[in-house]
């Protein structure tokens, strides 16, 4: 059984926040200590990272689930619960991360796409620690009673898909001699025989010019008319020719068993992987006519070059066999690999450092957002920040309650679910919670100092209807 594997789906959870302290100093001589409840710790988050060292996703077969370590609650004196530890999960370079659908298990957007080594991205951070009430002390509330509770971290899929990361990608029609160039240039050694299909996973070769120069060459299955629709092997593998910066087109100039015209294939492949990716079909291509030593193929030969010197693309005539031109076609490989790295690493120089800044903050807008939709004959109001303040809450404490109401406000919430269309009266939902929606009074806005409470919305959308600003809660 190959232990090569491409593509797996796992499910993730960071730790569990640990619960704010409500307490009070009590000591002799102290007779109004004040509160002094320490915060709760964080959970522990998982952490994807690139480890140049694996060249799979084979850790991810058999073992789907993975969890983070808990935070530990808060203590009096100010003594803060320790933080969960990180779960750092590595991958290979070239994986793209995906969030999936919890039902359908279909791929809701990218989160991020790891190509450097050491490249990181938080796939299930961990929940937030309660804060002990020595955060809630205003000029208005002295002796605040009531602390938050840990966040509880979200559970979800997520889907891992590998794509090769190599300079060279060697594509053709089945059986045209990927896998004996391959073998010939490389110390790789694929299976080579005289089938369509032979080859069912795609190898990976380092291959070495004369002048020292070096790149790593994959031999890709081969492709068939219609493989940018799914036919064949075709999407599994065109993914994997999406990241090489050269692809070598091989021929079988003696059209194989199947008599095919070497032109006709050459056309037949460029108009796949156009189909399947426009810019596959710009990416720089030498085309390669493949067994020049049979007789009889000086014709196809001579054909084939001109369709590829019209297309502006430089060709080469071997012999996979006998080693014939082969040295010629390394050695122009080896120059045009180094001149298109030294492009890209010039291009990538300046973003590489942020990559994973990049996909942080993407996240963090993401949990910032704050949804509203139609459900039923209520409004269900979504979002991560907003839901793990309603978590957070001490539903048995009336001044935790006024605390997340003043919250909303904050947030505007009122504003969203007036422009939705929410009426005097409607009921709306955020998690297992439901309120009951009433219009605020000029004597129902609390003032706060400012500062008291970190949250920002970073985006207000209505889907398929809206959200906005103040309800009390329903008894």
């Known amino acids: 059984m190959s232990t090569f594997t491409d593509m797996s789906r796992i499910n993730v959870r960071g730790g569990d926040g640990g619960a704010g302290c409500m307490s009070f100093r009590r000591e002799a001589y102290v007779p109004k200590g004040g509160p002094d409840g320490g915060d709760g710790g964080n959970g522990g988050s998982v952490i994807l990272e690139v480890d140049p060292q694996l060249s799979s996703l084979i850790d991810y077969r058999y073992k789907h689930h ?45 989160i991020a796409d790891l190509t450097e080594p050491g490249e990181r991205v938080t796939v299930a951070p961990g929940g937030v620690g309660g804060r002990g009430n020595i955060h809630f002390v205003t000029s208005v509330r002295r002796a605040p009673a009531f602390a938050e509770k840990g966040e509880p971290a979200r559970e979800h899929w997520i889907e891992l898909e590998m794509k090769l990361m190599a300079d060279v990608a060697l594509v053709g029609m089945p059986s045209v001699g990927k896998s004996s160039l391959i073998a010939r240039i490389s110390a790789a050694r694929p299976k080579v025989a005289d089938y369509p299909f032979t080859t069912l996973i795609p190898n990976l070769g380092v291959v070495r010019a004369k002048d020292g120069k070096s790149f790593v060459a994959a031999d890709v299955p081969g492709l068939i008319e219609g493989a940018s629709e799914g036919k064949g092997l075709g999407h599994r593998f065109l993914r994997h020719i999406e990241r090489t910066a050269l692809i070598l087109h091989l021929v079988d100039v003696t059209g194989g068993y199947e008599d095919r015209d070497p032109v006709e294939d050459y056309l037949t492949i460029n108009e796949e992987l156009a189909a399947y990716a426009r810019e596959l079909a710009e990416r720089p291509q030498v085309v390669v006519a493949n067994k020049c030593d049979m007789p009889g193929v000086e014709e196809n030969i001579a054909r084939l070059r001109e369709a590829a010197e019209s297309d502006g693309k430089e060709f080469f005539a071997i012999s996979a066999l006998t080693g014939r031109g082969i040295d010629g076609l390394v050695a122009r490989t080896a120059e045009l690999v180094a001149s298109l790295r030294a492009e890209a690493l010039q291009s990538a120089e300046q973003g590489r450092s942020e990559a994973g800044a990049v996909w942080e903050r993407r996240r963090e807008r993401r949990d910032r957002e704050v949804r509203v939709r139609r459900e039923d004959l209520a409004w269900r109001v979504s979002g991560t920040d907003i839901e793990r303040m309603v978590v957070q809450t001490d539903w048995e404490n009336d001044e935790a309650i006024d605390y997340l109401q003043l919250r909303f406000q904050r947030l505007r919430l009122e504003e969203l679910l007036l422009k939705a269309g929410c009426k005097q009266g409607d009921e ?15 004597d129902d806005v609390t003032e706060e100092p400012a500062g008291v409470d970190g949250a920002e919305v970073d985006s207000l959308s209505v889907a398929s209807d809206g959200l906005g600003d103040a309800w009390d809660e329903e008894e």
């Open 428 to 442: 709306v939902r955020i998690l297992g919670y439901s309120f009951s929606f009433e219009l605020p009074s000029s």
């Open 66 to 110: 993975f969890r983070a370590e808990r935070g530990t609650h808060g203590q009096g004196a100010r003594k803060r619960g320790r933080d969960g530890e990180d779960l750092v999960l590595k991958v290979p370079a070239g994986t793209v991360v995906r969030e999936l659908d919890a039902e359908s298990m279909e791929p809701l957007y990218e």
